[in-house]
């Protein structure tokens, strides 16, 4: 069974930075797809930024700039480096992972693994 355990998140003033790890029991290099997402207390979980296993990323345009998501195979390992963080960005923060395909892009998508999650809040 994979797990993924994530980890970094806590209080800043806005106009901060804060990097987020999430750590997996498998390898990363064989997963096909990991994903950052977020949920706000009444929103919908979006998704954030992607890596693939051939290291393409894709971002959420309201992160792009501000947000590097980066892996390191050799300690299983999923990043999330957030700068200029502003109040908006207060949610809780979760990595998802698949074996099965190029599914991340949806949180509803096939065989997603996720962890439980870790809060970020941004004062103004």
């Known amino acids: 069974q994979v797990r993924l355990m994530e980890s970094g998140g806590g209080s800043v003033q806005a106009g901060g930075s804060l990097r987020l790890s999430c750590a997996a029991n498998g390898h990363i290099d064989s997963a096909y797809c990991l994903t950052w997402f977020r949920q706000a207390p009444g929103k919908e979980r979006e998704g954030l930024a992607t890596i693939d296993r051939d290291g393409s990323r894709r971002y959420l345009p309201s992160v792009k700039g501000r947000f590097t998501i980066s892996k390191d195979n050799a300690k299983n390992t999923l990043y999330l480096q957030m700068n200029s963080l502003n109040p908006d960005d207060t949610a809780m923060y979760y990595c998802?992972?698949?074996?099965?395909?190029?599914?991340?892009?949806?949180?509803?998508?096939?065989?997603?693994?996720w962890g439980q999650g870790t809060q970020v809040t941004v004062s103004s």
């Open positions: 998802a992972a698949s074996w099965v395909g190029y599914t991340c892009d949806d949180s509803r998508g096939e065989g997603l693994y």
